[in-house]
Protein backbone atom coordinates (compact mmCIF):
# COMPACT_ATOMS: atom_id res chain seq x y z
CA UNK A 1 0.00 0.00 0.00
CA UNK A 2 1.17 3.24 -0.42
CA UNK A 3 2.74 5.16 2.42
CA UNK A 4 3.38 9.10 3.11
CA UNK A 5 7.25 9.76 4.46
CA UNK A 6 7.39 11.48 7.67
CA UNK A 7 10.56 14.28 7.49
CA UNK A 8 11.50 17.50 9.25
CA UNK A 9 14.55 18.86 10.65
CA UNK A 10 15.35 17.85 14.27
CA UNK A 11 12.94 18.96 17.11
CA UNK A 12 9.46 19.83 15.58
CA UNK A 13 7.58 17.62 16.83
CA UNK A 14 7.33 14.99 14.58
CA UNK A 15 7.97 11.71 17.12
CA UNK A 16 5.44 13.58 18.84
CA UNK A 17 3.29 13.56 16.48
CA UNK A 18 4.51 10.18 15.00
CA UNK A 19 3.64 8.60 18.53
CA UNK A 20 0.20 9.94 18.22
CA UNK A 21 -0.28 8.25 14.83
CA UNK A 22 0.92 5.06 16.22
CA UNK A 23 -0.87 5.53 19.77
CA UNK A 24 3.14 4.13 20.38
CA UNK A 25 4.24 5.64 23.65
CA UNK A 26 8.19 5.98 21.96
CA UNK A 27 10.26 8.19 23.67
CA UNK A 28 9.34 11.70 22.69
CA UNK A 29 13.45 13.06 23.19
CA UNK A 30 14.42 16.60 23.32
CA UNK A 31 17.28 15.32 20.83
CA UNK A 32 17.95 15.84 16.97
CA UNK A 33 18.19 11.98 16.79
CA UNK A 34 15.71 10.53 18.57
CA UNK A 35 14.06 8.87 16.00
CA UNK A 36 16.64 6.77 13.47
CA UNK A 37 14.49 3.88 12.40
CA UNK A 38 11.80 4.11 9.94
CA UNK A 39 8.62 2.98 11.26
CA UNK A 40 5.33 2.50 10.18
CA UNK A 41 1.82 4.35 11.72
CA UNK A 42 -1.31 3.45 10.27
CA UNK A 43 -4.65 5.84 10.96
CA UNK A 44 -8.04 5.18 10.24
CA UNK A 45 -9.49 7.32 7.66
CA UNK A 46 -12.52 8.93 9.59
CA UNK A 47 -15.55 7.90 7.59
CA UNK A 48 -19.05 8.86 9.10
CA UNK A 49 -20.60 7.21 5.65
CA UNK A 50 -19.58 3.75 7.29
CA UNK A 51 -21.90 4.19 10.46
CA UNK A 52 -24.88 5.07 8.45
CA UNK A 53 -24.52 2.26 5.68
CA UNK A 54 -24.36 0.11 9.06
CA UNK A 55 -27.88 1.26 9.98
CA UNK A 56 -29.26 0.39 6.80
CA UNK A 57 -27.66 -2.70 5.86
CA UNK A 58 -27.54 -4.23 9.98
CA UNK A 59 -23.97 -4.46 9.42
CA UNK A 60 -22.15 -6.00 12.39
CA UNK A 61 -18.57 -4.06 11.95
CA UNK A 62 -17.17 -1.15 10.46
CA UNK A 63 -14.21 -1.33 8.15
CA UNK A 64 -12.67 2.21 7.22
CA UNK A 65 -10.08 2.90 4.88
CA UNK A 66 -6.61 3.26 6.61
CA UNK A 67 -3.69 5.30 5.92
CA UNK A 68 0.14 4.85 6.42
CA UNK A 69 3.12 6.74 7.77
CA UNK A 70 6.35 5.81 7.77
CA UNK A 71 8.74 7.47 10.06
CA UNK A 72 11.93 8.53 8.62
CA UNK A 73 15.29 9.63 10.23
CA UNK A 74 15.80 13.03 11.00
CA UNK A 75 17.22 15.17 8.22
CA UNK A 76 20.25 17.32 8.56
CA UNK A 77 21.76 20.15 6.38
CA UNK A 78 24.15 18.48 4.01
CA UNK A 79 22.23 15.78 3.78
CA UNK A 80 22.77 15.50 0.14
CA UNK A 81 26.61 15.15 0.37
CA UNK A 82 25.96 11.97 2.42
CA UNK A 83 27.17 13.33 5.67
CA UNK A 84 25.52 11.66 9.17
CA UNK A 85 21.96 9.75 8.33
CA UNK A 86 22.05 11.51 4.76
CA UNK A 87 22.14 8.00 2.73
CA UNK A 88 20.38 6.75 4.72
CA UNK A 89 17.51 9.16 5.19
CA UNK A 90 17.53 9.74 1.26
CA UNK A 91 17.07 6.08 0.39
CA UNK A 92 13.95 6.10 2.76
CA UNK A 93 12.55 8.70 1.45
CA UNK A 94 13.11 7.07 -1.88
CA UNK A 95 10.26 4.53 -0.83
CA UNK A 96 7.68 6.35 0.32
CA UNK A 97 4.94 7.17 -2.29
CA UNK A 98 5.08 11.34 -0.65
CA UNK A 99 6.60 12.90 1.60
CA UNK A 100 4.90 14.44 4.82
CA UNK A 101 7.25 17.48 6.39
CA UNK A 102 6.50 18.06 9.91
CA UNK A 103 7.18 21.79 10.01
CA UNK A 104 7.12 23.46 13.21
CA UNK A 105 5.25 26.66 13.33
CA UNK A 106 4.78 26.19 18.03
CA UNK A 107 6.61 28.81 19.86
CA UNK A 108 8.17 27.22 22.76
CA UNK A 109 11.53 28.46 24.85
CA UNK A 110 12.08 25.48 26.28
CA UNK A 111 12.33 23.69 22.81
CA UNK A 112 15.72 24.50 20.73
CA UNK A 113 15.50 25.43 17.40
CA UNK A 114 18.30 23.81 15.38
CA UNK A 115 18.47 27.43 13.39
CA UNK A 116 18.06 29.43 16.82
CA UNK A 117 14.63 30.71 15.73
CA UNK A 118 10.82 29.50 14.28
CA UNK A 119 10.92 30.11 10.63
CA UNK A 120 8.67 27.55 9.12
CA UNK A 121 8.96 28.82 5.66
CA UNK A 122 12.66 28.40 5.90
CA UNK A 123 12.48 25.26 7.35
CA UNK A 124 10.87 23.89 4.61
CA UNK A 125 13.32 25.50 1.86
CA UNK A 126 16.18 23.53 3.89
CA UNK A 127 14.55 20.14 3.20
CA UNK A 128 13.65 20.84 -0.26
CA UNK A 129 16.81 22.19 -1.23
CA UNK A 130 18.82 19.02 -0.27
CA UNK A 131 16.16 17.09 -1.87
CA UNK A 132 16.84 19.05 -4.62
CA UNK A 133 20.05 18.74 -4.62
CA UNK A 134 19.80 14.90 -4.30
CA UNK A 135 17.95 15.03 -7.71
CA UNK A 136 20.83 17.07 -9.42
CA UNK A 137 23.16 14.80 -8.38
CA UNK A 138 20.93 11.87 -9.71
CA UNK A 139 20.26 14.03 -13.18
CA UNK A 140 24.37 15.02 -13.69
CA UNK A 141 24.91 10.75 -13.30
CA UNK A 142 21.97 10.05 -15.64
CA UNK A 143 21.65 13.21 -18.59
CA UNK A 144 25.35 11.94 -20.14
CA UNK A 145 23.75 7.75 -19.91
CA UNK A 146 20.49 9.41 -21.84
CA UNK A 147 22.95 11.37 -24.29
CA UNK A 148 24.60 8.27 -25.51
CA UNK A 149 21.49 6.03 -25.09
CA UNK A 150 19.22 8.31 -27.23
CA UNK A 151 22.09 8.88 -30.06
CA UNK A 152 21.78 4.99 -30.89
CA UNK A 153 18.13 5.01 -30.09
CA UNK A 154 15.70 7.48 -31.64
CA UNK A 155 12.91 6.50 -29.26
CA UNK A 156 14.67 7.22 -25.89
CA UNK A 157 14.63 11.19 -27.01
CA UNK A 158 11.78 12.38 -25.33
CA UNK A 159 13.34 10.47 -22.06
CA UNK A 160 16.15 12.72 -22.65
CA UNK A 161 14.43 15.70 -23.24
CA UNK A 162 12.29 15.92 -20.35
CA UNK A 163 15.09 14.98 -18.39
CA UNK A 164 17.04 17.99 -19.39
CA UNK A 165 13.63 19.59 -18.81
CA UNK A 166 13.73 18.72 -15.01
CA UNK A 167 17.01 19.70 -14.97
CA UNK A 168 16.39 23.10 -15.49
CA UNK A 169 13.07 23.15 -12.67
CA UNK A 170 15.75 21.57 -10.26
CA UNK A 171 18.78 24.12 -11.60
CA UNK A 172 15.70 27.13 -10.56
CA UNK A 173 15.72 25.92 -6.60
CA UNK A 174 12.03 24.86 -7.76
CA UNK A 175 10.71 20.81 -6.89
CA UNK A 176 9.92 18.72 -9.89
CA UNK A 177 6.25 18.34 -8.36
CA UNK A 178 5.95 22.16 -8.11
CA UNK A 179 6.55 22.28 -12.19
CA UNK A 180 3.93 19.13 -12.31
CA UNK A 181 2.32 20.75 -15.10
CA UNK A 182 4.73 21.36 -17.26
CA UNK A 183 6.31 18.16 -16.85
CA UNK A 184 5.82 14.22 -18.04
CA UNK A 185 6.33 12.40 -14.92
CA UNK A 186 5.86 9.07 -16.77
CA UNK A 187 9.29 10.04 -18.99
CA UNK A 188 10.87 10.61 -15.83
CA UNK A 189 9.28 7.44 -13.89
CA UNK A 190 12.78 5.43 -14.08
CA UNK A 191 14.70 8.22 -12.50
CA UNK A 192 13.05 7.75 -9.59
CA UNK A 193 13.51 11.39 -8.35
CA UNK A 194 12.53 12.35 -5.15
CA UNK A 195 10.80 15.60 -5.71
CA UNK A 196 8.39 14.58 -7.97
CA UNK A 197 6.65 13.03 -5.26
CA UNK A 198 3.47 14.82 -3.65
CA UNK A 199 4.20 16.94 -0.62
CA UNK A 200 2.43 17.42 2.01
CA UNK A 201 2.98 20.02 5.14
CA UNK A 202 1.87 19.42 8.41
CA UNK A 203 2.33 22.93 10.56
CA UNK A 204 2.97 22.16 13.83
CA UNK A 205 1.04 25.07 15.44
CA UNK A 206 -0.11 26.16 18.96
CA UNK A 207 -3.06 27.63 19.62
CA UNK A 208 -2.85 31.51 18.54
CA UNK A 209 -1.66 29.82 14.84
CA UNK A 210 -4.72 27.43 14.47
CA UNK A 211 -7.44 30.36 15.70
CA UNK A 212 -5.36 32.66 13.22
CA UNK A 213 -7.31 32.17 9.74
CA UNK A 214 -5.52 34.44 7.75
CA UNK A 215 -1.83 33.10 8.93
CA UNK A 216 -2.96 29.86 7.71
CA UNK A 217 -4.06 31.08 4.80
CA UNK A 218 -0.83 32.65 3.83
CA UNK A 219 1.40 29.52 5.28
CA UNK A 220 -0.77 27.31 2.69
CA UNK A 221 -0.58 29.92 -0.31
CA UNK A 222 3.39 29.65 0.32
CA UNK A 223 3.25 25.57 -0.27
CA UNK A 224 0.52 25.44 -2.76
CA UNK A 225 0.26 22.89 -4.59
CA UNK A 226 1.27 21.04 -2.04
CA UNK A 227 -1.12 19.76 0.64
CA UNK A 228 -1.28 21.87 3.98
CA UNK A 229 -2.39 20.45 7.64
CA UNK A 230 -2.91 22.67 11.18
CA UNK A 231 -2.31 20.97 14.15
CA UNK A 232 -0.79 20.26 17.68
CA UNK A 233 0.85 17.80 17.93
CA UNK A 234 1.35 17.49 21.53
CA UNK A 235 -2.40 17.80 21.81
CA UNK A 236 -2.81 15.52 19.08
CA UNK A 237 -0.67 12.97 21.40
CA UNK A 238 -2.80 14.22 24.94
CA UNK A 239 -6.19 13.26 23.43
CA UNK A 240 -5.72 9.80 23.25
CA UNK A 241 -5.19 9.72 26.74
CA UNK A 242 -8.63 11.22 27.24
CA UNK A 243 -12.38 10.04 26.89
CA UNK A 244 -14.23 11.17 24.39
CA UNK A 245 -16.00 14.02 25.94
CA UNK A 246 -12.89 15.52 27.44
CA UNK A 247 -11.26 14.86 24.38
CA UNK A 248 -13.88 17.54 22.44
CA UNK A 249 -13.01 20.00 25.34
CA UNK A 250 -9.45 20.21 24.83
CA UNK A 251 -9.93 20.42 21.47
CA UNK A 252 -12.42 23.38 22.44
CA UNK A 253 -9.88 24.58 24.20
CA UNK A 254 -7.64 25.22 21.17
CA UNK A 255 -10.78 26.46 18.90
CA UNK A 256 -10.92 23.06 16.83
CA UNK A 257 -13.72 20.90 16.29
CA UNK A 258 -12.18 17.37 15.57
CA UNK A 259 -9.02 16.22 16.24
CA UNK A 260 -5.86 17.34 13.97
CA UNK A 261 -5.15 13.11 12.82
CA UNK A 262 -8.92 13.11 11.25
CA UNK A 263 -7.67 16.14 8.81
CA UNK A 264 -3.99 14.75 8.52
CA UNK A 265 -5.68 11.34 7.73
CA UNK A 266 -7.86 12.61 5.21
CA UNK A 267 -5.35 15.37 3.43
CA UNK A 268 -2.81 12.12 3.18
CA UNK A 269 -5.30 10.31 1.56
CA UNK A 270 -5.57 13.58 -0.88
CA UNK A 271 -2.14 13.89 -1.62
CA UNK A 272 -1.14 10.10 -2.16
CA UNK A 273 -4.09 10.24 -4.52
CA UNK A 274 -6.58 8.27 -3.55
CA UNK A 275 -10.26 7.44 -2.85
CA UNK A 276 -12.81 4.67 -1.14
CA UNK A 277 -15.83 3.69 -2.38
CA UNK A 278 -18.01 1.44 -0.22
CA UNK A 279 -19.97 -2.63 0.01
CA UNK A 280 -21.85 -2.94 2.90
CA UNK A 281 -23.67 -5.91 3.92
CA UNK A 282 -24.70 -7.74 7.15
CA UNK A 283 -21.39 -8.53 8.17
CA UNK A 284 -19.55 -5.30 7.65
CA UNK A 285 -19.45 -1.71 6.19
CA UNK A 286 -16.44 -0.72 4.83
CA UNK A 287 -14.32 1.42 2.75
CA UNK A 288 -12.02 0.40 -0.03
CA UNK A 289 -8.89 2.34 -1.06
CA UNK A 290 -8.57 2.91 -5.07
CA UNK A 291 -7.07 5.30 -6.83
CA UNK A 292 -8.43 8.64 -8.18
CA UNK A 293 -9.26 7.46 -11.91
CA UNK A 294 -9.78 4.00 -11.15
CA UNK A 295 -12.41 1.66 -13.03
CA UNK A 296 -14.24 -0.13 -11.71
CA UNK A 297 -12.48 -4.06 -12.62
CA UNK A 298 -9.29 -2.37 -11.11
CA UNK A 299 -11.76 -1.67 -8.23
CA UNK A 300 -13.44 -5.10 -7.64
CA UNK A 301 -9.47 -5.98 -7.58
CA UNK A 302 -8.61 -4.15 -4.78
CA UNK A 303 -11.34 -6.72 -2.90
CA UNK A 304 -10.16 -10.12 -4.57
CA UNK A 305 -7.72 -10.95 -7.76
CA UNK A 306 -10.42 -13.05 -9.24
CA UNK A 307 -13.10 -10.36 -8.90
CA UNK A 308 -11.24 -7.86 -11.44
CA UNK A 309 -10.39 -11.11 -13.38
CA UNK A 310 -13.86 -12.42 -13.79
CA UNK A 311 -15.54 -8.67 -13.39
CA UNK A 312 -19.20 -8.65 -15.10
CA UNK A 313 -20.27 -5.53 -13.97
CA UNK A 314 -20.82 -3.21 -10.83
CA UNK A 315 -24.25 -2.78 -9.25
CA UNK A 316 -24.19 0.78 -7.56
CA UNK A 317 -25.87 3.68 -5.98
CA UNK A 318 -24.07 6.74 -5.03
CA UNK A 319 -24.34 7.09 -0.89
CA UNK A 320 -26.64 10.36 -0.80
CA UNK A 321 -29.10 8.69 -3.14
CA UNK A 322 -29.23 5.46 -0.78
CA UNK A 323 -29.44 7.64 2.37
CA UNK A 324 -32.38 9.45 0.71
CA UNK A 325 -34.45 6.37 -0.41
CA UNK A 326 -33.70 4.92 2.77
CA UNK A 327 -32.86 1.16 1.79
CA UNK A 328 -31.42 -0.45 -1.46
CA UNK A 329 -35.02 -1.82 -2.18
CA UNK A 330 -35.66 1.56 -2.29
CA UNK A 331 -33.27 3.05 -4.08
CA UNK A 332 -33.68 0.63 -6.87
CA UNK A 333 -37.88 1.61 -7.09
CA UNK A 334 -36.42 4.84 -7.20
CA UNK A 335 -34.29 3.99 -10.40
CA UNK A 336 -31.66 4.75 -8.22
CA UNK A 337 -29.27 1.89 -8.90
CA UNK A 338 -27.10 1.54 -12.14
CA UNK A 339 -25.39 -1.13 -13.80
CA UNK A 340 -21.75 -0.31 -14.97
CA UNK A 341 -19.55 -1.82 -16.90
CA UNK A 342 -15.90 -1.85 -17.00
CA UNK A 343 -15.08 1.47 -18.61
CA UNK A 344 -17.08 2.87 -15.53
CA UNK A 345 -14.74 5.12 -13.76
CA UNK A 346 -15.27 5.12 -9.57
CA UNK A 347 -16.83 8.29 -7.90
CA UNK A 348 -16.01 9.16 -4.45
CA UNK A 349 -18.99 7.78 -2.45
CA UNK A 350 -20.57 4.92 -4.65
CA UNK A 351 -21.75 2.41 -3.02
CA UNK A 352 -21.19 -0.83 -5.08
CA UNK A 353 -22.34 -4.66 -5.62
CA UNK A 354 -19.68 -6.39 -8.00
CA UNK A 355 -21.22 -9.19 -10.69
CA UNK A 356 -18.34 -11.42 -11.01
CA UNK A 357 -17.62 -14.85 -13.01
CA UNK A 358 -15.00 -17.25 -10.72
P1 LIG B 1 11.40 15.56 16.64
O1 LIG B 1 12.85 15.75 16.93
O2 LIG B 1 10.99 16.31 15.41
O3 LIG B 1 10.96 14.15 16.62
O4 LIG B 1 10.60 16.31 17.80
P2 LIG B 1 9.88 15.73 19.12
O5 LIG B 1 8.56 15.15 18.76
O6 LIG B 1 10.85 14.90 19.88
O7 LIG B 1 9.59 17.10 19.87
C1 LIG B 1 10.65 17.90 20.35
C2 LIG B 1 10.15 18.64 21.57
O8 LIG B 1 9.10 19.55 21.17
C3 LIG B 1 9.57 17.72 22.63
O9 LIG B 1 9.95 18.23 23.90
C4 LIG B 1 8.06 17.86 22.43
O10 LIG B 1 7.34 17.66 23.63
C5 LIG B 1 7.94 19.29 21.95
N1 LIG B 1 6.78 19.48 21.09
C6 LIG B 1 6.37 18.70 20.05
N2 LIG B 1 5.24 19.18 19.50
C7 LIG B 1 4.93 20.30 20.19
C8 LIG B 1 3.86 21.25 20.11
O11 LIG B 1 2.97 21.17 19.25
N3 LIG B 1 3.90 22.28 21.01
C9 LIG B 1 4.88 22.41 21.95
N4 LIG B 1 4.84 23.43 22.78
N5 LIG B 1 5.87 21.51 22.06
C10 LIG B 1 5.90 20.48 21.21
Excluded at 164 to 190: C, I, P, Y
Excluded at 320 to 325: M, S
Aim: hydrophobic letters at 45%.
Amino acid sequence: SLTLGIVGLPNVGKSTLFNALTKNDVLAANYPFATIEPNVGVVELPDPRLGELAKIFGSERLVPATVSFVDIAGIVKGASEGAGLGNKFLANIREADAICQVVRVFADDDVVHVDGQVDPLADIQIIETELILADIQTLEKALPRLEKEAKKNKELGPQRDEAAKAQAVLDDGRTLFSAKDSLDFSLLRELNLMTTKPFLYVFNSDESVLTDEDRKAELKAAVAPADAVFLDAKVEAELLELDDESALELLESIGQTEPGLHALARTGFHTLGLQTYLTAGPKEARAWTIHKGDTAPQAAGVIHTDFERGFIKAEIVSFDDLVEAGSMAAAKAAGKVRMEGKDYVMQDGDVVEFRFNV
